[in-house]
């Protein structure tokens, strides 16, 4: 794909209807779309507000037949085999979450960045990096930092809110780094690669960790933090070995994903069963019956998720069947000609949607109406796509006032949301230039997936 200005397709089908016509099909999007606002402003759950706008398709066509349709779309996006990866691997990361191999993984970090400028700050953002790569979960990633790292800073000197405010934002990097929830329900809900999801999201998970990394330095000098000594190659040895049984479940599940190996539902597999020989059988920091509450937290968690992913399938195939995405060009053609005003003005309402809906509802809520928008008519890849989205809806995690990570970093930090807040500002700017620089450069979400031979791109 060529680099922006990205031109408009032709018209879509639609568009040369007859202005009644048009009209109708108008008047039907818009309903649909006030019914769906409505709902979420008067407190429904999104899962409800979706079907209760889709069900304004059965009320308009008056056929018992698009019952029948809308049923099956929603168990057809239900039963799909690559959405049994999800509970799969959230069950693998709640075990390995709770195995107690945090502090394995902040050593490692240590070792690794801590004698850097801003060390221990720069540890907070490896070990998320690494915490990422068994969770899949930026809400564990904090739980699970948070109550060390920010009174581990605020000792050496870093203001309380910066701590919480970079624990925050750290955990970001969790819905980026395969194995990652996000990326699954993605790929699963919209058709799309996971094994190329993981490969871009990798990329972009380490170009954010880089610019967390800069930001970070430049905030950090003024404060007078003293620096470590190198710890040395033996003690990054020894807690590389340490380390080496925990991260070898991520490299296991990765790799063999993009090697081609196993797919996705196999590789959730495996990480179910590496993550219980890991906690019961070598380290032994999970009895056998700890694993009911696992079990359990881990099947609320999925059928939240499963209905959320059934209604979206039901609303997306109305929202195609209702030319919505056709006719949301159209209303965004007469604010802006231009392709990358279309695309600024859809980041807008994905960084504003973020500020009150979680990822996972926005995704499925907004993706039915906003990725035929950036594949069909301004030529995106799947990939770039999903990762402009992705990383758009991210910025909502560190915004005031509901920003989830913002929201668990106060309360595992102990501080008002205004406190960490203060701080968090730089590291949304980060957010958002990234999410410009994947939009501009489309090698950042393609490069490495192309070389592996994935499709989507």
């Known amino acids: 794909m060529s680099a922006p200005p990205f031109p408009l397709r032709a018209p879509a089908a639609g568009r040369g209807r007859n202005p009644s016509t048009r009209l109708g099909v108008a008047v039907i999007a818009l309903s649909l779309l006030i019914a769906l606002v409505g709902l979420i402003i008067i407190g429904a759950p999104v899962f409800m507000a979706m079907a209760g706008a889709s069900l304004i398709h059965y009320w308009e066509t ?110 970001t990097l969790s819905p980026l780094f395969p194995p990652s929830i996000v990326l699954i329900i993605y790929g699963s809900a919209f058709s799309v690669s996971i094994g190329a999801l993981f490969a871009a999201g990798l990329t972009i998970a380490l170009a954010l960790t880089l610019l967390f990394g800069l930001v970070t330095y430049a905030m950090v000098w003024r404060y007078g933090i003293p620096t470590h000594g190198w710890l040395g190659l033996g003690e990054l040895g020894r807690t590389f070995i340490k380390a080496a049984i925990p991260l070898g479940m991520p490299i296991i599940v990765v790799g063999g994903i993009l090697g081609g190996f196993f797919t996705a539902t196999e590789a959730a597999s495996v990480a179910v069963a590496y993550g219980l020989v890991v906690t019961v059988g070598i380290y032994r920091t999970i009895r056998l019956r700890e694993l009911i509450p696992i079990i359990r937290q881990t099947a609320i968690t999925s059928a939240a998720i499963t209905i959320l992913v059934g209604v979206a399938a039901m609303f997306s195939y109305v929202v195609v069947r209702r030319n919505i995405p056709t006719q949301v060009v159209d209303f965004l053609l007469q604010i802006t000609q231009s392709p990358i005003g279309i695309v600024a003005l859809i980041i807008l309402v994905l960084l504003i949607a973020g500020m009150f809906i979680d990822r996972n509802s926005n995704l499925l809520l907004l993706g039915p109406i906003i990725i035929p928008i950036f594949t069909m008519e301004l030529g995106f890849s799947d990939v770039q796509t999903a990762m402009i989205i992705i990383s758009a809806l991210g910025v909502g995690h560190l915004t005031p006032p509901f920003g989830g990570t913002l929201l668990t970093a106060s309360l595992v930090g102990k501080m008002s949301v205004a406190e960490i807040s203060r701080y968090a500002w730089p590291f949304i700017l980060v957010k958002i230039v990234l999410t410009a620089l994947i939009v501009a450069i489309p090698a950042l979400s393609e490069a490495l997936p192309r070389a592996l031979g994935f499709g989507g791109i």
């Not at 999800?86 to 075990?95: K, Q, S």
């Not at 060390?119 to 109550?147: C, E, R």
């Open 62 to 171: 008056g056929r018992e037949a698009t019952m029948n349709i809308l049923t099956l779309r929603m168990f057809d996006g239900m039963t799909s085999f690559t959405f049994l990866a999800i509970p799969l691997f959230l069950l693998a990361g709640e075990i390995m979450s709770r195995g107690g191999l945090t502090d394995r993984l902040m050593d490692l970090a240590r070792a690794l960045v801590g004698h850097f400028k801003a060390g221990l700050a720069q540890v907070n953002i490896a070990s998320s990096l690494f915490f990422s790569s068994i969770s899949g979960s930026a809400y564990a990633d904090v739980a699970a930092m948070g109550p060390v790292m920010i009174p581990a800073m605020q000792k050496e000197g870093y203001p309380r809110g910066f701590a919480g405010a970079l624990t925050a934002a750290s955990a």
